[in-house]
């Protein structure tokens, strides 16, 4: 089983920063993409930032250019760099990781329990 133990959300005025943290541990064969997803009030889940083992990002057109994602693969930890924040980021923000627990499984999907990220003045 995998375990993700998020952190770094919080309440910022807008056009501050803030870094979210997700790291994943247990029994872990290994780890394909990570990412982070957020859930608005009233509105469905969404991808916010994926990325892949080896590297390549994807975002959603809403944080390009203010939000960078990387992952420390030794670590088995997903940062989320958001800058620039709006009140629209106002979310909880959900930690994804699609990972194998051992050798004769598929990978499947783990998830955070989520974060509260509260863009006010």
């Known amino acids: 089983q995998v375990q993700l133990v998020e952190s770094g959300g919080g309440l910022v005025q807008p056009g501050g920063s803030l870094r979210l943290s997700c790291s994943a541990s247990g029994s872990i064969f290994s780890i394909n993409n990570m990412g982070w997803y957020r859930q608005a009030p009233g509105k469905q889940r969404e991808l916010v930032a994926v990325?892949?083992?080896?590297?390549?990002?994807n975002y959603a057109d809403s944080v390009k250019g203010r939000f960078t994602l990387s992952r420390d693969n030794a670590a088995n930890t997903v940062y989320l760099q958001m800058t620039s924040l709006k009140p629209e980021d106002t979310a909880v923000y959900y930690c994804?990781?699609?990972?194998?627990?051992?050798?004769?499984?598929?990978?499947?999907?783990?998830w955070g329990q989520g974060t509260q990220v509260t863009v006010s003045s």
């Open positions: 994804n990781v699609v990972a194998r627990a051992n050798a004769w499984r598929g990978p499947r999907d783990y």
């Open positions: 990325i892949a083992s080896g590297g390549s990002t």
